[in-house]
Nanobody, 125 residues
């Protein structure tokens, strides 16, 4: 059992930046990791994914060029650097772990084994 805790959410103005961290209770070097978000009234969606070793990443079209996912397996932590934030980025952001270490291109909500509770990001104009 791996417990995930998201840190770093908060309120920011349009154009600002935030860095989210996902801290795991144990080793995650065998897990692909994903960041997901759920805005009010909308379904949860994939934001970014990273393979177990960190060599492969994937981004949703709506964050390409603005967000960067990375990981430090020695620290059992995955990061999401969010720049040029827009009001449409307002959502609860959650991290999740996929037992398939290389499943990045086909990562889905249903395939994730462990989830954090999420952290709220609010972008105001």
């Amino acid at each position: 059992q791996v417990q995930l805790v998201e840190l770093g959410g908060g309120s920011v103005q349009v154009g600002g930046s935030l860095r989210l961290s996902c801290v795991a209770s144990g080793a995650i070097n065998d897990y692909a990791m994903g960041w997901f978000r759920q805005a009010p009234g909308k379904e949860r969606e994939l934001v970014a994914a990273i393979s177990a070793a960190g060599g492969t990443t994937r981004y949703a079209e709506f964050v390409k060029g603005r967000f960067t996912v990375s990981r430090d397996n020695d620290q059992n932590t995955v990061y999401l650097q969010m720049n040029s934030l827009e009001p449409e980025d307002t959502a609860v952001y959650s991290c999740a772990a996929d037992r398939i270490p290389f499943r990045v291109a086909t990562m889905t909500l249903e395939g994730m084994e462990y989830w954090g509770k999420g952290t709220l990001v609010t972008v105001s104009s």
